[in-house]
């Protein structure tokens, strides 16, 4: 059963590449391990920044596509879906034919979509060719993670993860910084083109300073079914999860593709005992610290990526600012990632993830419990504390689980570790927009009937008040052309406090989910194959 499934790809048994440990100490530039961390740095600086630049100019591109609140969600939920369905499969691809290859090859692609993003002029090539990125950012993340993996020996590793966490954490909040400066001094455009010189630098780096390894056991065969049935059950997982704010989390489509994808994951799951090179031995999986890093991934994504999504509409459409002062007001979660994720990286190394990891995820849950507490009128010293301890947070979850999963794996699966890495954020991502999502507009809906009633405001036809909702769920006042000054000012403020209502219960939840996370955490411990990686190179 097994031949007929699988595609071998042996080649001659003397060309079989050599462990990490048999190569020779890499000399110069390509294999340094210091230089093969920047340049992995720098590839995945544009998928990490293009999870969250575009959260800031999503209001511009929506106004100069004429794209509608639902459609402007695509931007960010068609990068997460094709990221969250190909990145196992990606780190998978990595393992089998070198991390160096399929690095550079998602590089070039990537900043190749990017381009051609920047070159659109309708919403569905904008979604089109995000969907291009995810494809492309997959092959490069987790192949990244397996590089690392295979050029630091144990004892810099969590150093080297960490100052990688620093260059993704800093990239994913410093995203709306630039995405500010960029919008309010270029164009929408710009956020995207950014990313073509940026993908130069990382392949002429990656050509010159990258030691392709691949492990003595390394995976010879692809598991097409299996490849088949997990994308299958993740494409209805995260469609399933994208679509519920629209279809409703009662209706019958919804749970029906939730149901299909735990059929798939089901049958995925008996599929792999039979298959001689499953796509993911599920022994991993008896690793509890490797399943808690993993649920942990999801979690701390769900509370960030969900929270962030509301509040660069806060910042915008509530209190007036531009795109560049909303960024700037985010630094303080962009700098205490950079400062954090290092000294969480070597903090990590001396005693070890639980404790760091627990902190920073109880940290995180204050910092949504506080973002809950924001008005129209809080100033911007009491946003910075919240932003801030959110940076604090996540810098330790983002560098400790991430050693968490990956060394706890083989090193032949190093690969499909990132890419499990990586899948969990996204997926987390995509469950933190939606499920944040649905709370939004269910807490709007319930409010804005009652409260435009109360402030005195003309009665609205179900029609009238369902585009109302839609405007008010990104802050926006549904105010008319010609509509007088007084009304207008009314409508503006019933607008703002619905709106923050709403806000105020999805950051709750983030929270809630967050201090879950704290006892997820108590489950990690320090990787057990970490110091089967490296071994070749000099620090």
């Given at each position: 059963?097994?031949?007929?499934?699988?595609?071998?790809?042996?080649?001659?048994?003397?060309?079989?590449?050599?462990?990490?440990?048999?190569?020779?100490?890499?000399?110069?530039?390509?294999?340094?391990?210091?230089?093969?961390?920047?340049?992995?740095?720098?590839?995945?600086?544009?998928?990490?920044?293009?999870?969250?630049?575009?959260?800031?100019?999503?209001?511009?591109?929506?106004?100069?596509?004429?794209?509608?609140?639902?459609?402007?969600?695509?931007?960010?939920?068609?990068?997460?879906?094709?990221?969250?369905?190909?990145?196992?499969?990606?780190?998978?691809?990595?393992?089998?034919?070198?991390?160096?290859?399929?690095?550079?090859?998602?590089?070039?692609?990537?900043?190749?979509?990017?381009?051609?993003?920047?070159?659109?002029?309708?919403?569905?090539?904008?979604?089109?060719?995000?969907?291009?990125?995810?494809?492309?950012?997959?092959?490069?993340?987790?192949?990244?993670?397996?590089?690392?993996?295979?050029?630091?020996?144990?004892?810099?590793?969590?150093m080297a993860i960490g100052i990688w966490g620093m260059v993704i954490g800093?990239?994913?909040?410093?995203?709306?910084?630039?995405?500010?400066?960029?919008?309010?001094?270029?164009?929408?455009?710009?956020?995207?083109?950014?990313n073509v010189p940026v993908g130069v630098l990382a392949v002429a780096l990656?050509?010159?300073?990258?030691?392709?390894?691949?492990?003595?056991?390394?995976?010879?065969?692809?598991?097409?079914?299996?490849?088949?049935?997990?994308?299958?059950?993740?494409?209805?997982?995260?469609?399933?999860?994208?679509?519920?704010?629209?279809?409703?989390?009662?209706?019958?489509?919804?749970?029906?593709?939730?149901?299909?994808?735990?059929?798939?994951?089901?049958?995925?799951?008996?599929?792999?005992?039979?298959?001689?090179?499953?796509?993911?031995?599920?022994?991993?999986?008896?690793?509890?610290?490797?399943?808690?890093?993993?649920?942990?991934?999801?979690?701390?994504?769900?509370?960030?990526?969900?929270?962030?999504?509301?509040?660069?509409?806060?910042?915008?459409?509530?209190?007036?600012?531009?795109?560049?002062?909303?960024?700037?007001?985010?630094?303080?979660?962009?700098?205490?990632?950079?400062?954090?994720?290092?000294?969480?990286?070597?903090?990590?190394?001396?005693?070890?993830?639980?404790?760091?990891?627990?902190?920073?995820?109880?940290?995180?849950?204050?910092?949504?419990?506080?973002?809950?507490?924001?008005?129209?009128?809080?100033?911007?010293?009491?946003?910075?504390?919240?932003?801030?301890?959110?940076?604090?947070?996540?810098?330790?979850?983002?560098?400790?689980?991430?050693?968490?999963?990956?060394?706890?794996?083989?090193?032949?699966?190093?690969?499909?570790?990132?890419?499990?890495?990586?899948?969990?954020?996204?997926?987390?991502?995509?469950?933190?927009?939606?499920?944040?999502?649905?709370?939004?507009?269910?807490?709007?809906?319930?409010?804005?009937?009652?409260?435009?009633?109360?402030?005195?405001?003309?009665?609205?036809?179900?029609?009238?008040?369902?585009?109302?909702?839609?405007?008010?769920?990104?802050?926006?006042?549904?105010?008319?052309?010609?509509?007088?000054?007084?009304?207008?000012?009314?409508?503006?403020?019933?607008?703002?406090?619905?709106?923050?209502?709403?806000?105020?219960?999805?950051?709750?939840?983030?929270?809630?989910?967050?201090?879950?996370?704290?006892?997820?955490?108590?489950?990690?411990?320090?990787?057990?194959?970490?110091?089967?990686?490296?071994?070749?190179?000099?620090?």
């Amino acid at each position: 059963m097994t031949s007929q499934t699988t595609i071998d790809t042996t080649g001659p048994a003397d060309e079989s590449p050599s462990t990490p440990s048999d190569q020779p100490p890499a000399k110069g530039l390509r294999g340094h391990p210091w230089f093969t961390l920047i340049t992995v740095a720098v590839g995945v600086m544009m998928v990490a920044l293009d999870g969250t630049i575009v959260a800031i100019a999503n209001p511009a591109i929506a106004k100069d596509l004429g794209a509608t609140f639902a459609e402007v969600q695509w931007i960010t939920n068609a990068y997460f879906l094709a990221l969250a369905v190909s990145l196992i499969t990606a780190g998978k691809l990595g393992d089998r034919f070198g991390h160096r290859q399929t690095f550079l090859i998602g590089v070039v692609g990537f900043a190749a979509a990017s381009g051609a993003i920047g070159l659109s002029d309708s919403i569905a090539l904008v979604v089109a060719f995000r969907v291009l990125q995810g494809l492309f950012g997959a092959l490069l993340m987790p192949a990244a993670l397996g590089l690392l993996r295979a050029t630091f020996p144990a004892e810099k590793l969590n150093m080297a993860i960490g100052i990688w966490g620093m260059v993704i954490g800093a990239s994913t909040a410093g995203g709306p910084i630039l995405g500010g400066v960029l919008v309010e001094h270029v164009n929408w455009q710009s956020v995207f083109f950014i990313n073509v010189p940026v993908g130069v630098l990382a392949v002429a780096l990656g050509a010159v300073m990258l030691l392709d390894h691949r492990a003595e056991n390394a995976p010879r065969s692809f598991d097409i079914l299996g490849i088949v049935l997990l994308s299958g059950a993740m494409f209805c997982l995260v469609w399933a999860l994208i679509k519920a704010p629209e279809w409703g989390w009662g209706d019958g489509l919804t749970w029906a593709f939730i149901g299909g994808s735990a059929v798939l994951f089901a049958g995925f799951a008996v599929w792999e005992n039979f298959v001689a090179e499953p796509l993911i031995p599920l022994g991993l999986f008896r690793s509890v610290p490797l399943s808690a890093g993993v649920v942990l991934m999801v979690m701390m994504a769900i509370a960030f990526m969900g929270g962030l999504f509301f509040v660069t509409f806060y910042l915008q459409n509530v209190h007036g600012m531009s795109p560049i002062d909303a960024g700037l007001h985010l630094l303080p979660l962009t700098g205490m990632m950079i400062v954090g994720s290092p000294l969480a990286g070597a903090m990590i190394t001396k005693v070890g993830p639980r404790i760091p990891l627990a902190g920073g995820m109880l940290c995180v849950a204050v910092a949504m419990f506080g973002m809950s507490t924001l008005e129209k009128g809080t100033g911007s010293l009491a946003m910075s504390v919240w932003f801030a301890l959110l940076g604090l947070g996540l810098a330790p979850v983002m560098v400790g689980a991430t050693e968490v999963i990956v060394g706890n794996a083989p090193m032949e699966l190093s690969g499909v570790a990132g890419g499990l890495q990586q899948a969990a954020m996204q997926i987390g991502g995509s469950l933190g927009t939606a499920v944040l999502g649905a709370v939004m507009a269910s807490k709007v809906d319930s409010d804005l009937a009652g409260n435009w009633t109360d402030a005195g405001l003309p009665a609205l036809t179900p029609d009238q008040l369902g585009r109302a909702s839609e405007a008010v769920q990104v802050g926006v006042p549904p105010v008319a052309k010609g509509t007088p000054p007084g009304i207008a000012a009314k409508i503006t403020d019933v607008a703002h406090d619905t709106f923050i209502s709403g806000m105020s219960l999805a950051s709750l939840v983030a929270a809630g989910v967050a201090a879950v996370a704290v006892f997820v955490a108590l489950l990690t411990k320090r990787g057990e194959n970490a110091e089967s990686g490296a071994g070749v190179g000099h620090i």
